[in-house]
């Protein structure tokens, strides 16, 4: 299993950026995926989430209304989609997988990327 996570830059407070992850390895149609990230002297925390079939989707409170979460089966692809972004926002964000349907909980995620900065300046 391996998950390559891109898309993070240098963006202004307000601006958008879409992240990317593309698994390969897996049939990633069977997996959930979840996006999380981690502030520089911080602990990781979770972002969002979304079910094998991307009907079901979660978002953190800090996220909620700004980042949207989807996915593409057919191109092995899962994304987030960062609006209206905040200082606070800046940190490495990850892509990881579950091999449960649907899941919140980070330790029920087994396969992770290598993360992707995002760095917001105001």
């Known amino acids: 299993v391996q998950l390559q996570a891109s898309g993070g830059g240098l963006v202004q407070a307000g601006g958008s950026l879409r992240l990317s992850c593309v698994g390969s390895?897996?049939?990633?149609?069977?997996?959930?995926f979840g996006w999380f990230r981690q502030a520089p002297g911080k602990e990781r925390e979770w972002v969002s989430c979304i079910n094998m079939n991307g009907d079901e989707t979660a978002y953190s409170n800090s996220v909620k209304g700004r980042f949207t979460v989807s996915r593409d089966n057919a191109k092995s692809t899962v994304y987030l989609q960062m609006n209206s972004l905040k200082p606070e926002d800046t940190a490495v964000y990850y892509c990881a997988t579950s091999r449960r349907s649907f899941t919140t909980t980070s330790a029920e995620y087994d396969s992770w990327g290598q993360g992707t900065l995002v760095t917001v300046s105001s």
């Open positions: 390895g897996f049939t990633l149609d069977y997996h959930a």
